[in-house]
């Protein structure tokens, strides 16, 4: 059975992104959807000596409301700065010099669109670790709109796809809709437990940016650290059963 994810493509993600891709025949990033300034679309987190650094994109602010493959990355020169951060939080570390070259390579490639640097950076880490799961963008199919649930099982369906791996931040609008059912279509959730690995810095803290792992654990060891978080998968009603009141 083809089994596919389907993402946003969100800037410098966490290692459960990746166990997202690990996990399935096709992984597709969803970029004709609406972007959102308030997400990690625009933003992630690097360890710093005191806690986490926040890593900022600027996006233009026209067009106001782009669909994320039309989002356009804002001419400020914003660029440096971002990068000089994440030099200063990595360059000491085992491999900053790969993680680092990953960055910058992102944003050569990126032409000023938010889509393709997001998506360079995931490529970049997959190609650099072993990741090997076919890729595209949603926008490529010529699937066409429509509501969320409803979406997601013609993708499948235009994939040939009999399942379906959902992030469970996701149950909250799958919880009791049976459209998957209806459609034939096996619905999981990745079962995911953020993985400890040596940092620069202590205390560790976890949910940062993948980049940052890389730099300390380097390439060989970023998908056996990736896959050592990942538990069975989950059913809409495991995650009833363990959110049920005791």
Known sequence: MTRIAIMQPTFLPWLGYFAL????????????????????????????PEGAVILP??????PSRPLIRD?????????GKLIATAENLLAKTPHGDLALSILRQGFDRARGSLAALNIAI?????TAT???????????????????TDRLIRLCQHCGAGGYLSPIGSAAYLEGDDSFDQAGID???????????????????????????????GPDAFLPLVRSGVGPDLTLTDLKDIHAPT
């Open 187 to 217: 619905l999981a959730f990745l079962n995911y437990t953020h993985p400890v690995y040596p940092q620069r810095f202590s205390p560790f803290l976890s949910h940062l940016s993948a980049l940052d792992a890389l730099a300390h654990v």
């Open 130 to 148: 072993g990741i090997d799961t076919p890729r595209q963008t949603t926008g490529s199919l010529g699937v066409g709109s429509g509501e969320k």
């Open 21 to 48: 891709i690990d996990r399935v025949d096709r992984f597709l990033f969803l970029d004709d959807v609406q972007f959102s300034r308030q997400s990690w679309q625009s933003r992630n987190r690097l360890k710093g």
């Open 57 to 62: 994109l600027a996006v233009a602010r026209k």
């Open 71 to 79: 989002a356009r990355l804002a001419e400020t020169g914003f660029e």
């Open 122 to 126: 995931i490529e970049s880490i997959c």
